[in-house]
């Protein structure tokens, strides 16, 4: 399996813009994470889906961030309109529930808003 | 609320010595703790996974401990390389199916 696929692995943007992220789980995952790494706060759940299904999302920050998973394989994570301090690296990961619900994350996108 | 801390904040040694990482969470119930390793500007590569039913996990050089009751796991890496250098992450999950709850890491750096 190619693992989980996140796009783009940078992203600079003006603040004010819109952005989007997007993430592929492993195939056959029935549970997908986006989490967000910063140097202060260090690595910070947003939200998570299982079966396709939001189930917690008290770390997003506010209504700026928006996150779907329209079917199975795909999610993406928005940010509307973004600020400065939304820099950071934005991380999917995704795990099985009949794997112990080991965590498998992807590469990451760094995130720079000028 | 679940806390995860992990000490020291950063370790340099000389390659071949062995090394002990320390993790410790503040509430013992857990369902799992995942050791994870990243490199610099990577992202994160899971080690070892232990379920809260386990005491220990090993990998090649790596061995993993969990005592849920006092809330400590440790990492243990044997003959240490130059190739061992990252940022070391601990992690916990309180109940099946729910997020990692991360420590802030040490990062090693491993001389020759």
């Known amino acids: 399996d190619a693992g989980v696929i996140q796009s783009p692995r940078h992203e600079v943007t003006e603040m004010g813009q819109e952005v989007t992220l997007r993430c592929k789980p492993i195939?056959?995952?029935?549970?997908l994470f986006w989490y967000r790494q910063t140097m202060m706060r260090g690595l910070e759940l947003l939200i998570y889906?299982?079966?396709?299904?939001?189930?917690?999302d008290s770390g997003m920050p506010e209504d700026r961030f928006s996150a779907k998973m329209p079917n199975a394989s795909f999610s993406t994570l928005k940010i509307q309109p973004s600020e400065p301090r939304d820099s950071a690296v934005y991380f999917c990961?995704?795990?099985?529930?009949?794997?112990?619900?080991?965590?498998?994350f992807g590469p990451g996108t760094r995130l720079t808003v000028t | 609320k679940q806390e995860v801390t992990q000490i020291p904040a950063a370790l340099s040694v000389p390659e071949g010595e062995n090394l002990v990482l320390n993790c410790s969470f503040t509430?013992?119930?857990?369902?799992?703790l995942q050791w994870f390793r990243q490199d610099p500007g990577k992202g994160l590569t899971s080690l070892l996974l232990?379920?809260?039913?386990?005491r220990e996990q090993t990998s090649g050089r790596l061995n993993a401990s969990l005592d849920k009751s006092s809330g400590r796991s440790t990492l243990y890496i044997a003959a240490s390389q130059p190739g061992d250098s990252a940022t070391y992450l601990c992690?916990?999950?309180?109940?099946?199916?729910?997020?990692?709850?991360f420590g802030k890491g040490t990062t090693l750096s491993v001389s020759s």
């Open positions: 990961a995704s795990s099985l529930a009949g794997g112990n619900y080991e965590q498998y």
């Open positions: 195939s056959g995952h029935d549970y």
């Open positions: 889906f299982n079966n396709n299904v939001p189930i917690d």
């Open positions: 509430d013992s119930a857990i369902y799992n």
């Open positions: 232990i379920q809260s039913s386990q």
């Open positions: 992690a916990v999950i309180g109940q099946a199916g729910t997020a990692l709850i």
